[in-house]
C-alpha cells in the first residue's frame, strides 16, 4: 500500500513557475518509478512525465519537454515536478501516481495503482 499526497497547486500568469511536490509513505519509496498525469475539463488524464525508481532516468510528454523537470528526493520520500514557463493549456489537475511493481515508470494511467488527491494548477493568459 503507497499513501501519495501532492501540494504546491495554485494560480499563475502565463510564463511563471510553479514547483509541485508529492510525498509518498507506506513502501519503500526508492524501489518505484514514479510519474505526473494531468487532466483538464473534459479532457481523459495525460502524462506528463516519469522518473524511474533512482532517478537516473526521466521522460517526459513533447508538450512539456525543456519546460518540465521531474526529479525526486528518494531520503525525504517526495517526487516533485519543476513547471517553468508555464502555458495556459497547462491548466490541469496535477496527479502524483505509482505502482510498486514498476522500477522504471509507463505513461499509461491504467498501470498506476496507487494515486494522489491531485492539485489544481491554473495558469491565467
Known amino acids: 500500500q503507497v499513501q501519495l499526497a501532492e501540494s504546491g497547486g495554485g494560480l499563475v500568469q502565463a510564463g511563471g513557475s510553479l514547483r509541485l511536490s508529492c510525498k509518498a509513505s507506506?513502501?519503500?519509496?526508492?524501489?518505484?518509478?514514479m510519474a505526473w498525469f494531468r487532466q483538464a475539463p473534459g479532457k481523459e488524464r495525460e502524462f506528463v512525465a516519469l522518473i524511474n525508481w533512482s532517478g537516473g532516468s526521466t521522460y517526459y510528454a513533447d508538450s512539456v519537454k525543456g519546460r518540465f523537470t521531474i526529479s525526486r528526493d528518494n531520503a525525504k520520500n517526495t517526487v516533485y515536478l519543476q513547471m517553468n514557463s508555464l502555458k495556459f493549456e497547462d491548466t490541469a489537475v496535477y496527479y502524483c501516481?505509482?505502482?510498486?511493481?514498476?522500477?522504471?515508470?509507463?505513461?499509461?494511467?491504467?498501470?498506476?495503482?496507487?494515486w494522489g488527491q491531485g492539485t489544481q494548477v491554473t495558469v491565467s493568459s
Open positions: 501516481a505509482a505502482d510498486t511493481s514498476m522500477m522504471y515508470g509507463s505513461g499509461r494511467p491504467y498501470e498506476y495503482r496507487y
Open positions: 507506506g513502501r519503500t519509496f526508492s524501489s518505484f518509478a
